[in-house]
T-cell receptor, first 114, second 114 residues
Framework: GESVGLHLPTLSVQEGDNSIINCAYS??????FIWYKQESGKGPQFIID?????DKRQGQRVTVLLNKTVKHLSLQIAATQPGDSAVYFC?????????????FGKGTKLSVIP | DGGITQSPKYLFRKEGQNVTLSCEQN?????MYWYRQDPGQGLRLIYY???????QKGDIAEGYSVSREKKESFPLTVTSAQKNPTAFYLC?????????????FGAGSRLTVL
C-alpha cells in the first residue's frame, strides 16, 4: 500500500469563507512558531509568526492562535480567495543552547472552490 | 531586489553522477540552510551554516556535501552515495541576529535521477 506520508491533509473551502488550518507541534520548549505558504513549484513564503509568550497574533486577513497547553497552533484565513490555494506549513523553533533549528510539519493543502 | 537565487531550477542526473546545486543570496544573511522536500512531506534539514567556513549536518546529511567559502554562497553537492536523490531542494537563509528567526527561501531546484 501507499505510505500515508504521500497524501497531504486537504482542506477545501468555498471562496469567501473563512479557513482554519491546524497544526500540532512536538516540543513544549519551542519558543517561536511560523506559518509558511508554498505554492506549487515554488519555495515557501513567510505568512505570520508568533512567539511562545503570546496566544494570538493578527496580520492582514490572517490570524494565528497558539495553545501551549495542548501544543496546538492554528492559522485562520478570513475571506479565503483563490490565490490562497497552496500548501501551508507550520514550523516550530527551539533556540536552546544557542542553536537555531526550525522543525516543519508535513503541511496542509488548501483548495479554494470558486 | 534582495533574495535567494537557486540554480538550476530543473536538473536531471544519471545514477552514479554527482551534481551540485547552487544557492546565492544577496541579503547579507549570516546563516544558510539546505532542505529536502518529498511529495506529501515536510521539509527535512540536510545541512546548515551559521558563518563562513563553518557548517553542520542536519537530520539527513548522508550522501550530501556542502561548502561555505563565501557569505553569499552555499552550494550543495548530491553525491552518488545518496540512495534516493530525486526530490525538490530548497535553500534558505536568515540573519544571524538574535530573535530573527524567519527563514527566507529560494524558489527551489528539482532534481530527477534517471
Amino acid at each position: 500500500g501507499e505510505s500515508v506520508g504521500l497524501h497531504l491533509p486537504t482542506l477545501s473551502v468555498q471562496e469567501g469563507d473563512n479557513s482554519i488550518i491546524n497544526c500540532a507541534y512536538s516540543n513544549s520548549a519551542s519558543d517561536y512558531f511560523i506559518w509558511y505558504k508554498q505554492e506549487s513549484g515554488k519555495g515557501p513564503q513567510f505568512i505570520i509568526d508568533i512567539r511562545s509568550n503570546m496566544d494570538k497574533r493578527q496580520g492582514q486577513r490572517v490570524t494565528v492562535l497558539l495553545n501551549k497547553t495542548v501544543k496546538h497552533l492554528s492559522l485562520q484565513i478570513a475571506a479565503t480567495q483563490p490565490g490562497d490555494s497552496a500548501v501551508y506549513f507550520c514550523a516550530e523553533n527551539y533556540s536552546g543552547a544557542g542553536s537555531y533549528q526550525l522543525t516543519f510539519g508535513k503541511g496542509t493543502k488548501l483548495s479554494v472552490i470558486p | 531586489d534582495g533574495g535567494i537565487t537557486q540554480s538550476p531550477k530543473y536538473l536531471f542526473r544519471k545514477e552514479g553522477q554527482n551534481v551540485t546545486l547552487s544557492c546565492e543570496q544577496n541579503l547579507n544573511h549570516d546563516a544558510m540552510y539546505w532542505y529536502r522536500q518529498d511529495p506529501g512531506q515536510g521539509l527535512r534539514l540536510i545541512y546548515y551554516s551559521q558563518i563562513v567556513n563553518d557548517f553542520q549536518k542536519g537530520d539527513i546529511a548522508e550522501g550530501y556535501s556542502v561548502s561555505r567559502e563565501k557569505k553569499e554562497s552555499f552550494p550543495l553537492t548530491v553525491t552518488s552515495a545518496q540512495k534516493n536523490p530525486t526530490a525538490f531542494y530548497l535553500c534558505a537563509s536568515r540573519t544571524g541576529s538574535s530573535g530573527a528567526n524567519v527563514l527566507t527561501f529560494g524558489a527551489g531546484s528539482r532534481l530527477t535521477v534517471l
